[in-house]
């Protein structure tokens, strides 16, 4: 009997491009069973990988740990539309790589994630102040890729004031935050907190501001806890907690995750396994977060992280930092190591 013929990419793909457009979570699994079918043909180290212990489902899919997106480009097509790179990895010569040829599932799925979370629901154009360098600056930025993309139809104005020329640019963030309208406030945890510490006591964001924040707070320079961050926002800048809105995501993903637990997109699923084993563990549990997001089609879905969490019973994410050997690497470092090269 031959083998069956692999699924032609184009009809993945548009299936999969109408489930952004229309999520049904029904649909999820059989569609990751396909994506996975398809990953196995595409990649030939995948499908070595697959091929020791054939998967049924997307929950025993194999797990490529993102640590390998340093030594392999995995990826199934030539080209690239994109190429996202790790930033702030330290004792580690190469730095991740995902190539992404077609950005067509990505550009499509970052709106209504960001749209119910970050702006509330109301998707009016509102201005925006970014802590984070434009695509332009860091075309290897998966986020400056979403902020640069998404702004031209959600912000009126938009007002950058981190560069990796000249660091935080605080007049231009004073301007933002002294107009009447609310605010967008993007960064990741050390902008965020390089702001304030250089903000005038007087300095606050206009009432109704919400804010967007990515990225851990534990760096070479600094630490501080959530709770802390949140106290210094609500106290400088008058923005309170239940406006201040967690993002995840990462190099190696296409899809985000948002809020307090951390909400996965509807192509977005987070599992936590035990890190000896790799078996999930029951909600509550601590361990390992994995991911499997349906619209890596390109490159790996099932992905094992270096980062530790808790799921809930709605598979809703906390994280608990990184795990105690993981290379510690984020956006919010590549921050501090842009303010840190400046002084």
């Known amino acids: 009997m031959t083998a069956p013929l692999p699924e032609p990419r184009e009809r993945l793909l548009a299936d999969l491009l109408a489930f952004v457009a229309?999520?049904?979570?029904?649909?999820?699994?059989?569609?990751?069973?396909?994506?996975?079918?398809?990953?196995?043909?595409?990649?030939?180290?995948?499908?070595r990988l697959a091929a020791l212990a054939p998967p049924t489902g997307w929950r025993d899919a194999p797990l490529v740990p993102t640590d390998l997106f340093r030594d392999l480009d995995l990826c199934s097509l030539p080209g690239a539309a994109a190429t996202f790179r790790t930033s702030g990895t330290t004792g580690v010569g190469r730095r991740g790589a995902r190539r992404v040829p077609d950005l067509r599932l990505y550009d499509a799925a970052m709106r209504a994630p960001f749209v119910a979370h970050v702006l509330g629901g109301d998707p009016r154009p509102r201005p925006w102040l970014s802590l984070i360098p434009t695509a332009r600056e860091l075309p290897d930025s998966s986020l400056s890729h979403m902020v640069s993309g998404l702004a031209p139809e959600l912000a009126t104005t938009l007002t950058t004031a981190m560069s990796v020329e000249g660091g935080l640019d605080l007049d231009a963030a004073l301007r933002a935050l002294a107009g009447d309208a609310p605010l967008v406030l993007l960064t990741t945890g050390f902008a965020l907190v390089a702001l304030l510490d250089a903000l005038p006591a007087a300095a606050s964001a206009p009432p109704g501001s919400r804010l967007m924040l990515t990225g851990g707070f534990k760096g070479r320079s600094r630490e501080l806890s959530e709770p802390e961050v949140l106290d210094l926002v609500a106290a400088r800048l008058g923005v309170p907690p239940a406006r201040v809105v967690p993002e995840y995501g990462m190099t190696e993903l296409t899809s985000q995750?948002?809020?307090?637990?951390?909400?996965?997109?509807?192509g977005l699923r987070f599992r936590v396994v035990d890190p000896v084993t790799?078996?999930?563990?029951?909600?509550?549990?601590?361990?390992?977060?994995?991911?499997?997001?349906?619209?890596?089609?390109?490159?790996?879905s099932a992905i094992l992280t270096g980062d530790l969490g808790r799921l809930d019973?709605?598979?809703?994410?906390?994280?608990?930092?990184?795990?105690?050997?993981?290379?510690?690497?984020?956006?919010?470092?590549?921050?501090?190591?842009?303010?840190?090269?400046?002084?």
């Open 257 to 266: 995750a948002y809020g307090r637990p951390l909400a996965p997109n509807p």
């Open 278 to 300: 790799l078996d999930d563990l029951p909600a509550g549990a601590d361990g390992l977060v994995a991911c499997f997001d349906l619209l890596n089609l390109d490159n790996v």
């Open 22 to 47: 229309a999520p049904d979570p029904g649909t999820f699994d059989a569609l990751a069973a396909r994506v996975v079918a398809y990953q196995a043909r595409a990649l030939p180290e995948y499908g």
């Open 313 to 343: 019973e709605r598979g809703r994410l906390t994280l608990h930092g990184r795990a105690p050997d993981a290379v510690r690497r984020g956006c919010s470092l590549t921050a501090e190591e842009i303010l840190e090269r400046l002084r």
